[in-house]
């Protein structure tokens, strides 16, 4: 009986979080103010200084994810 549970508990103990993790919240986060600042930097002229800002915003935010997720706040 013991043996049987400890399988079943193998088989079923994956846990799916959907994204619902610190590291995956932190880089959309940022991606989100970075695709937002892209936007309005685009509507204003275009204005390249705030396009720059925003293109590093976004590779900021990939490091973030990775880093975050690396420190176990994200999912293996």
């Known amino acids: ?6 399988r ?4 079923v103990a994956k846990e799916y979080h959907h994204g ?4 995956a919240w932190a880089g959309s986060i940022i991606a989100a103010i ?3 600042l892209g936007a309005v930097a685009f509507v204003l002229g275009p204005n ?10 976004l590779v900021l935010s990939l490091v973030t994810g990775g880093v ?9």
């Open 1 to 6: 009986m013991i043996e049987s549970a400890d």
């Open 20 to 23: 619902r993790t610190p590291a």
């Open 34 to 36: 970075a695709f937002t």
């Open 68 to 76: 975050l997720r690396r420190m176990g706040y994200g999912q293996p």
């Open 8 to 11: 079943a508990t193998r088989t």
């Open 48 to 57: 390249w200084t705030l396009i720059w800002v925003a293109s590093v915003l």
